[in-house]
């Protein structure tokens, strides 16, 4: 019996009976009666749980098993081979796998780069330039919905309506963000989150505009002209309808966003982005324009948004207010913020934890977004600063303390 | 004239409503700067607790022979309830993130959110859950208006609460403790403040006013939902950070305000648009006020 031991069984005990208050209220009291066997139940498995754990981390720390160092030794190894050969080998893959995967696969995969388009876009708000943005699913929206529109009445090509989408949603970024500049920190994050709800609310009461809550339908695919030599010079149209066809656009889509946002984070505005996150008064002072630079990380990080929703709007062929709420933005920031602020391999490794975990976890059902839930706040406890962070991030002194 | 005053009226239950969970954002941020997203989760345990304790109550007969003491006690456990549940979180998900980033705190909030949310779903059923009604039969006409017996509960109570807590914010040593750490965790410290226990008791107040708001809200309006709170949960956001976030005042003039915003719109300009005239009124106060009504200048807090 070492105090130590007898504090953690003190902390099971009273963290035990503390969950069978929280847990009983709501399964036990019945109008018909009283009933304690569910609660017992769910506190039982917790315990287990909890005791588990204990004992994992007891021993994780006693027994030194060795496999953390050779993780480690297999992967300065492998990074010692040259770069080119894993960019070639990670294209192939990327290239072959809708070939290879089933149906299921390419969709959830279709999915994931589409999140990769949202989460890095988001980044440059969020993980650049510092400005917390809890309604950054309106780009998106706008980007859907302006494709939408486009397309039904004006029956516009994709590729044509994709620059105009890409200039709306800068448009409707540089609107949402010139009344925000003057706050900081947390009044930003409530007024970006009431930008989202306006929209939200907008395109779901503008009946003639957008249908409303039925949303709009027929919209085109994209197509793409091919030469056709056995009809001369004649070309066939091609409709980018099945999976496989919309898995490469929106490859392309996430390939060119990873390339843009890489050579944004190493130039020169993407050095003042970070330093207006670092400090904003000393960067201010060192001659960043901070006004126009705050503007235009709204601006851009809005063009991917409006890219990725003008694909969504294609791929779907059809719109709806439903698929702009707020519980989006939060899952988008969480890839962003999970996978490693800053860090583009992160924020890959973000979407794809969060899009494959809940798919991961359909044979739960019911219980699916409960563990996701709870997934969640256990990945944060034990990587708070993301699964693979960014090199470059200061820490300020009065964080430090405290 | 009448229509407006008993407009008046609703707004001012509304925003009651608000208030006493704006109460809880603004609290919790005032001394960790977090925004609790699981906080509208409390919101929603109080009004589901409320439920489950008085259909029981109403299902043994004790509703017909005490009916206000029954309703008390709902309140008393409600809260009771939701500080539990509060302290738990902030144990469980802030506590070991202390000295993380914000926004890892932000996350692990967003995620025990969706966890308390699904918890209750699946505990309780996606069906709306009636309250039993037994309170809302009659009204009181007092000079040409109307005010329902609920009516009088809701803003009385809140009314109550409210007052009891600037009492103990103010005029405590407790309340004189949770100022202090909320100004200065490391000086509160110092002079024998355990900033741990402030922080915690702090949770359990905010989550006790929200939960005291979700029974009157499933009071005042019927019936509860697993979802309820969500919606009221960002909208009381909204309030405490048009009062100025931090600021206990601040929080109850925010709620009034979106609550007579809401009311009024719904009422003379059209329902389907109540909320985005709330989110317009934050931000055109923000705009000119980047601090909110009451708020003090937050220096510059990176996210």
Known sequence: MTPAFKSVTFKLILGTAWLFLLVWPMTGIKPEGLEFAQ???????????????????????????GVGRAVVKAASRLSALPGALWKTAGMAALLAFPVLSPRYGQDVAINVLVYVTLGLGLNIVVGLAGLLDLGYIAFYGVGAYTYALLSVHFQMSFWLALPLCAAFAAMAGCFIGYPTLRMRGDYLAIVTLGFGEILRLVLNNWMKLTGGPNGILGIKPPALYLPAPENGWGMSRFLLKSPISQYYLILAIALFTVIAVRRLTDSRIGRAWEAIREDETAAALMGVNTFALKLLAYAMGAVFGGVAGAFFAAKMRFVSPGSFTFIESAMVLSMVVLGGMGSIPGIVLGALTLIALPEAFREFEHYRMLVFGAAMVFMMLFRPAGLLPAKRVGRRSEEAHS | ???????????????????????????????????????????????????????????????????????????????????????????????????????????????????????????????????????????????????????????????????????????????????????????????????????????????ALAGASGILVGLYYGSVRYDMGFVPGIKAFAAAVLGGIGSVTGAMLGGLIIGITEIFTAAYISSDYKDVFSFVILIAVLYFMPTGLLGENINDTRV
């Not at chain 2, 009226?9 to 977090?34: D, E, H, K, P, S």
């Not at chain 2, 009181?140 to 005010?147: A, D, K, P, R, S």
Request: with cysteine; hydrophobic share 55%; charged share 10%.
């Open chain 1, 39 to 65: 609660a017992a139940q769910i506190v039982g498995a917790a315990l287990v749980a909890a005791m588990a754990i204990v004992l994992a981390s007891k021993l994780g720390r006693k027994v030194d098993l």
């Open chain 2, 1 to 207: 004239m009448d229509f407006f005053l008993q407009q008046l009226i609703n707004a001012i239950t509304l925003g009651g409503f608000y208030a006493l969970i704006a109460l809880g954002y603004t609290m919790v941020y005032g001394i960790i700067q977090l925004i609790n997203f699981a906080h509208g989760e409390f919101f929603a345990a109080g009004g589901y607790l409320g439920v489950v304790l008085l259909a029981w109550m109403n299902a043994h007969g004790y509703m017909e022979t005490h009916p206000w003491l029954c309703l008390a006690l709902a309140f008393v456990l409600a809260m009771s309830y939701c500080a539990l549940l509060a302290m738990g979180v902030e144990k469980i998900a802030y506590k070991p993130l202390r000295r993380a980033s914000k926004l890892s705190v932000l996350l692990s909030a967003l995620g025990m959110s969706i966890f308390l949310q699904n918890g209750l779903m699946l505990t309780q059923g996606v069906y709306d859950k009636s309250y039993p009604g037994v309170y809302a039969k009659d009204a009181l006409t007092l000079g040409g208006f109307n005010f329902t017996y609920l009516q009088l509960i809701a803003v009385g109570t809140s009314a109550l609460l409210m007052v009891g807590l600037n009492r103990l914010v103010y005029k405590t040593r407790l309340g004189k403790a949770m100022r202090a750490t909320s100004q200065d965790r490391v000086m509160a410290t110092l002079v024998g403040i355990s900033p741990n226990r402030i922080i915690s008791v702090t949770f359990a107040i905010g989550a």
